[in-house]
C-alpha cells in the first residue's frame, strides 16, 4: 500500500510558478508510474503529467505541455510538478496518483492510490 501528500499548492498570480510535492510511504515507491491530475469546480478530475519508474519516460495534457515538468526522486520517494507560466484556468484541486502498471497511463482508473489534493488558485 502507498499513501501519498501533497503539498506546495497556494495563491499565485497569472504567469507566476508553483512547485507541488507528492510524498509517497512505502518501500516500493520506485516501482510505482505517479501521475499528477487536477479538478476545477463542477468540471472532472483531469489528467496533467505522468512519469515513469526511472523518470526517463514522461507524458503531459496539451494543455500544460511546455509549462509543466514532472519529475521524481525516488531516493526521497517523491514526485514534484514544476509549474510555469501558470493561467486563472489552472486553478484547481491538484492530485498525486499511484499507479501499479507497467507503462505511463493518462486514465484517472489505472491510478490505484491517492492523495488528499492541494489547492492551486491563479488569480488574473
Known amino acids: 500500500q502507498v499513501q501519498l501528500v501533497e503539498s506546495g499548492g497556494g495563491l499565485v498570480q497569472a504567469g507566476g510558478s508553483l512547485r507541488l510535492s507528492c510524498a509517497a510511504s512505502?518501500?516500493?515507491?520506485?516501482?510505482?508510474?505517479m501521475g499528477w491530475f487536477r479538478q476545477a469546480p463542477g468540471k472532472e478530475r483531469e489528467f496533467v503529467a505522468a512519469?515513469?519508474?526511472?523518470?526517463?519516460?514522461?507524458h503531459y495534457a496539451d494543455s500544460v505541455k511546455g509549462r509543466f515538468t514532472i519529475s521524481r526522486d525516488n531516493a526521497k520517494n517523491t514526485v514534484y510538478l514544476q509549474m510555469n507560466s501558470l493561467k486563472p484556468e489552472g486553478t484547481a484541486v491538484y492530485y498525486c496518483?499511484?499507479?501499479?502498471?507497467?507503462?505511463?497511463?493518462?486514465?484517472?482508473?489505472?491510478?490505484?492510490?491517492w492523495g488528499q489534493g492541494t489547492q492551486v488558485t491563479v488569480s488574473s
Open positions: 496518483a499511484a499507479s501499479r502498471g507497467a507503462v505511463v497511463t493518462i486514465y484517472r482508473g489505472h491510478y490505484t492510490y
Open positions: 512505502g518501500r516500493t515507491f520506485s516501482s510505482y508510474i
Open positions: 512519469i515513469n519508474w526511472s523518470g526517463g519516460v514522461t
